[in-house]
């Protein structure tokens, strides 16, 4: 099932400068892990451990399973539903508020992805070579801030770096 991402990142990474080798590598290594090495693009849990949850923006009930994890890098919580939306509306016109299993279709997990890994500067870590960076901006919002499963992304990171060319796209 995973080559089913391959139109998408062929058709997005490039459009999105995300061409290097240590560019892709780092977007791959934080999505794989995120989406569970490609196999989903929906939060395995159910979300009710979200459910109430303020800094979330999850308000309303039943915000927790509607806004569990969705996308390419597992956007979680009303309020970066609404994050995504603001980022992304110009370019793909989805409220992902109103509709988040939107971010599960695997063009538009892979293309809000890269718009933000554009808006939230990942690159100029990934060409420092900091995954710690990367991954901290893509999982907790800071790139000061370890991720959850730093240790998964940068083994992926690392395994990235062996398989591809210098200049991927």
């Not at 915000?63 to 979680?76: A, I, W």
């Not at 809000?112 to 060409?127: L, M, T, V």
Request: include cysteine.
């Amino acid at each position: 099932l995973r080559d089913r991402f391959l139109p998408a990142f062929n058709e997005f990474l490039p459009k999105y400068g995300i061409v290097t080798r240590k560019r892709v590598a780092a977007f791959l290594a934080n999505g794989g892990k995120e989406t569970d090495y490609l196999r989903t693009t929906t939060e395995y849990a159910s979300g009710a451990d979200y459910e109430g949850r303020a800094g979330l923006g999850n308000t309303q009930k039943g915000d927790g399973k509607k806004f569990k994890g969705h996308g390419f890098f597992q956007t979680t919580g009303r309020y970066n539903h609404r994050l995504v939306t603001k980022a992304t509306f110009a370019r793909l016109g989805i409220d992902f508020e109103k509709e988040p299993l939107r971010l599960t279709e695997i063009p538009i997990a892979v293309e809000s992805a890269c718009i933000f890994w554009e808006q939230n500067d990942c690159e100029k870590y990934a060409d420092a070579g900091d995954i710690f960076g990367v991954s901290g901006k893509v999982n907790r919002g800071n790139a000061k801030k370890k991720a959850l499963g730093y240790d998964e992304r940068l083994a992926l990171y690392n395994k990235c770096l062996t398989l591809l060319p210098e200049k991927v796209f």
